[in-house]
């Protein structure tokens, strides 16, 4: 399939990335439903963020064209308790201006072959009922809904619902991890 976006590149996130990175959460804080911070990172705390995901050889990837940073998307941990340690959370953040254009569609595959690349064996998707992109990007690439939990958040003067959704990654469950202990490098570890 030929790459319908040659322009944009998918690479590791530096620390140099961090500005811009910071720019477009905060947007998405003040004007969207998917983070639940409501006040701005300073960049130190979004720097501690990445440094903690590279550190548990998780991705964190930013989609770039000509120098500009128009997205980024990493993986977590999605829990911190040992059992879950094959598991991982992620998310996606496109600059506003830059929304529509299918750097969703760059920046989620990408992730999900990393993820898979690092061990894990299911990926979640927390969104908010209300982001029918985000949710049309999750079932393009195989995530499939397992649960909506209701009116968990509030935000913007408004409930919201959370969608979880997942997907199954490598041989997910259809045998046990070669390490039968080890998996993502878990907080504290």
């Known amino acids: 399939m030929p790459d319908t976006f040659p322009t944009i590149s998918i690479r590791p996130s530096t620390e140099e990335d961090v500005a811009a990175m910071l720019a477009i959460y905060s947007y998405h804080i003040q004007h969207g439903l998917g983070p639940f911070d409501v006040e701005p990172l300073h960049p130190e705390e979004l720097k501690r963020r990445r440094k903690a995901m590279l550190k548990r050889k998780l991705p964190h990837l930013v989609a770039e064209e000509a120098g ?3 997205g980024y998307a990493y993986a977590a941990p999605f829990r911190k308790r040992p059992a879950y340690r094959y598991t991982v959370e992620h998310s996606i953040y496109i600059h506003k201006d830059h929304q529509g254009r299918g750097i969703g569609r760059r920046l989620l595959p990408a992730l999900i072959e990393a993820c898979a690349a ?15 992109p985000s949710l049309r990007l999750h079932e393009a690439c195989g995530f499939t809904q397992s649960g909506i939990l209701r009116s968990v958040g509030f ?5 919201t619902d959370s969608v979880f959704m997942q997907r199954a990654l490598g041989q997910s469950d ?7 202990l080890g998996g993502i490098v878990q907080a504290g570890d």
């Open 68 to 70: 500009a940073i128009l």
């Open 118 to 132: 690092a061990g894990a064996r299911q990926m979640v998707a927390v969104v908010d009922s209300a982001n029918t």
């Open 155 to 159: 935000k913007f003067g408004r409930w």
């Open 174 to 180: 259809m045998a046990l991890p070669d390490d039968h």
